[in-house]
Nanobody, 121 residues
Framework: LVQLVESGGGSVQAGGSLRLSCAAS????????MAWFRQAPGKEREGVAG????????DYADSVQGRFTISRDNAKNTVYLQMNSLKPEDTANYYC??????????????WGQGTQVTVSS
């Protein structure tokens, strides 16, 4: 059974930081692209950041470029999303995804349950 479990979400004031983690079980992330997506109420799902197996390649949505950093620890089977300078518009449920391509959501096979991030002004 493949499981992706996100953690690290919460409430923070604008300008603050959070670090999300995604721990995988039943699935070796070492050979697969990993990504973070988010979805706010009433909005479409948005690709936030993606990372290649070796961490040599990363992709970011324009809206988070320079503020968010995706990383991975293959030995721990875990992916991270460091979020700095948070804005109210970053408020959403954040999902970890495995085994897809870039930030194209429909290509990802496995998804976590999500962790809520709320940024107040």
């Amino acid at each position: 059974l493949v499981q992706l479990v996100e953690s690290g979400g919460g409430s923070v004031q604008a300008g603050g930081s959070l670090r999300l983690s995604c721990a995988a079980s039943g699935y070796a992330i070492s050979y697969n692209n990993m990504a973070w997506f988010r979805q706010a109420p009433g909005k479409e799902r948005e690709g936030v950041a993606g990372i290649s197996p070796s961490s040599l390649s990363t992709d970011y949505a324009d809206s988070v470029q320079g503020r968010f950093t995706i990383s991975r620890d293959n030995a721990k089977n875990t992916v991270y999303l460091q979020m700095n300078s948070l804005k109210p518009e970053d408020t959403a449920n954040y999902y970890c995804a495995a085994g897809g391509w870039s930030l194209v959501g429909r290509t990802y096979k496995y998804w976590g349950q999500g962790t809520q991030v709320t940024v107040s002004s």
